[in-house]
């Protein structure tokens, strides 16, 4: 089982730049692919990014065209998502998830509790 806790949400102005963490607790995460993906109330569940185990891989969302970054940092179980040139459409909960494999569908094994993201225009 993994547990994965998010944080760094918050409230920001359109431009400005927000760090999601997400730390995972459980199980050794160095052999998880790790995402995070987004939702706002009546939408379904958006890829963001997500990262191979080795960090080797990454992907990210059609919309992100360059403002976000993924890492992470298995010596101390932490994913980062770095959020730049922070749009009010980027407004959502933020999910950070965990599984085996890599991709792109919200099928992850393992999710966080969700940090609100709230960008002012």
């Known amino acids: 089982q993994v547990q994965l806790v998010e944080s760094g949400g918050g409230l920001v102005q359109a431009g400005g730049s927000l760090r999601l963490s997400c730390a995972a607790s459980?199980?050794?995460?160095?052999?998880?692919?790790m995402a995070w993906f987004r939702q706002t109330p009546g939408k379904e569940r958006e890829f963001v990014a997500a990262?191979?185990?080795?960090?080797?891989?990454?992907y990210y969302g059609d919309f992100v065209k360059g403002r976000f970054t993924i890492s992470r940092v298995n010596a101390k179980n932490m994913v980062h998502l770095q959020m730049n040139s922070l749009k009010p459409e980027d407004t959502a909960v933020y999910y950070c998830?965990?599984?085996?494999?890599?991709?792109?569908?919200?099928?992850?094994?393992?999710w966080g509790q969700g940090t609100q993201v709230t960008v002012s225009s």
């Open positions: 459980g199980r050794t995460t160095g052999s998880l692919a």
């Open positions: 990262i191979s185990w080795s960090g080797g891989r990454r």
């Open positions: 998830a965990a599984d085996s494999a890599v991709g792109r569908t919200p099928s992850y094994d393992y």
